[in-house]
């Protein structure tokens, strides 16, 4: 029992073999998470920014677009984008369609957050920073705009954490990121060692982030309890 | 083919869609069903691992963190995945319906887990030893005071997470099972036509739009003063 489990979860000779592999994917895996987190921070600041116009003609559509993203799966939405749009003449590519999806349903994660974060910031804070001279663009982001990141920063590391895993998602649609390529060294040898070596690598990377939040969200409901 | 009518003819053509309207359909009480199976064990487990945890034994301790850590660091496709692939090679053989169950029922026992036991610190400490001056022993002390108002306390974040994950159940498309995305995606490839995927995409909104707003309603709740 024992042995069976060493040789189907935690082969060495099999890992080491695939270990190449693997450690382009985690490459992939990294640069897709350097692309799609500021890209789903560009969306949810203008998310968050529009949000706050006065007139409801934008912060209608803006609500229905938000809670559209966030109803849909973000697996459904990449697999309307990579195989979908091609019928119409439009492909994408395995990049373009995860940055659009990622954009799209992150922006709205991110959005949410970041409104949260410009509400918490007194209208006290922008009247004194116009007073003091500052231009609108200059006020909002070099007074509001810091104040609310640090008043959200639990929930902006804890949505980062999530983006970061669901890169994942992008071993389906074949970009060659760690998951796909341990499925591809997982079909090739018929052995489940390569994707426990891949799970491993998230582990390793993203525990630290897990301890940190662990902190964080701790102190955030003893604050309030 | 001209700009909006190619577009109708692709993206939402009717008679497509009539035809694998029955299949989105039963994919649709498949992925309701799953979201309903992890739901239950999700919460029921991490609520149970909270309790555990309250105890304040220092090993069992650490293992609680240490399986909560794990099934928050690890992306859930990698543990469907895993699960899937993995233990057919011990002799173990689970069908993708089930890894996938298995896979978000963890991941949701961690989640919860962890919100469970904020709720719980976060209860004042003078709640316990009004418990203790009245005579009540631990686990009475623990299910009638402290939990009623640590569950109380932690509904918005929890119902947040549970629908993040619930979402998930997407995921086991990836392992042959027929839910909504998976059906629409075999209907795409049979009819050649991405109509299914627009009839899935449909019916992920008519699932999940209620329960958004119901989470955002939830939320505005807890967030008035004088709770």
């Known amino acids: ?154 929930d902006l590391v804890s949505n980062t954490l999530e983006v970061v895993k669901l890169t994942s998602i992008a071993s389906v649609v074949a970009l060659p990121e760690l998951l796909f390529q341990a499925r591809q060294a997982q079909s090739v040898t018929y052995n489940a060692s390569p994707i426990v070596a891949a799970a491993l690598a998230y582990f390793v990377i993203l525990w630290p982030v897990v301890r940190l939040l662990s902190r964080l969200e701790n102190r955030a409901v003893a604050g309030r309890g | 083919m001209g700009g909006l009518d190619g577009f109708v003819i692709t993206f939402l053509n009717l008679e497509v869609m009539a035809e694998w309207l029955p299949k989105i359909a039963s994919g649709f009480v498949l992925t309701v069903a799953l979201a309903a199976l992890i739901v239950a064990a999700g919460l029921a487990l991490g609520l149970g691992l909270a309790v555990l945890r309250a105890f304040g034994l220092r090993v069992l301790n650490w293992g609680i963190i240490l399986l909560v850590d794990v099934f928050r660091a690890l992306p859930p496709l990698v543990i469907i995945v895993l699960l899937y692939f993995g233990l057919p090679g011990m002799g173990i053989s689970l069908s993708g319906f089930w890894a996938t169950w298995l896979s978000l029922t963890l991941v949701l026992a961690a989640f919860a887990e962890e919100i469970f036991w904020a709720g719980i610190t976060a209860t004042p400490k003078g709640q316990w030893d009004a418990g203790k001056a009245l005579g009540l022993r631990f686990l009475p002390i623990l299910f009638r005071i402290i939990l009623p108002q640590a569950v109380r306390m932690v509904i918005p974040p929890l119902t947040n997470r549970t629908i993040a994950i619930t979402k998930g159940t997407a995921l086991a498309s990836v392992v042959g099972v027929a839910e909504i995305l998976g059906s629409a995606q075999s209907a795409m490839a049979f009819s050649g036509n991405p109509s299914p995927l627009t009839l899935g995409a449909i019916a992920y909104a008519l699932l999940f739009l209620p329960v958004v707003g119901i989470g955002r309603w939830i939320e505005r709740r807890a967030a008035l003063p004088g709770r």
């Open chain 1, 1 to 154: 029992m024992f042995e069976d489990f060493v040789d189907s979860f935690l082969n060495l000779d099999i890992v080491l073999r695939a270990l190449p592999i693997l450690w382009r994917g985690l490459g992939q895996t990294l640069l897709l998470a350097a692309v799609v987190v500021p890209l789903g921070l560009a969306g949810g600041m203008a998310i968050a920014l529009l949000s706050r116009a006065k007139s409801r003609w934008v912060r209608w559509p803006l609500a229905v677009w938000t809670d559209t993203f966030r109803a849909l799966p973000p697996l459904v939405l990449l697999i309307f984008l990579y195989a979908g749009l091609p019928f119409l003449g439009v492909d994408l590519g395995p990049w373009g369609a995860v940055a659009l999806a990622f954009f799209l349903n992150t922006g709205a994660y991110y959005g949410e957050v970041l409104r949260a974060g410009l509400d918490s910031v007194p209208p006290g804070q922008m009247e004194a920073a116009r007073a003091l001279g500052l231009r609108p663009a200059q006020a909002l982001g070099l007074v509001v705009i810091p104040q609310a990141v640090r008043n959200v920063l639990p």
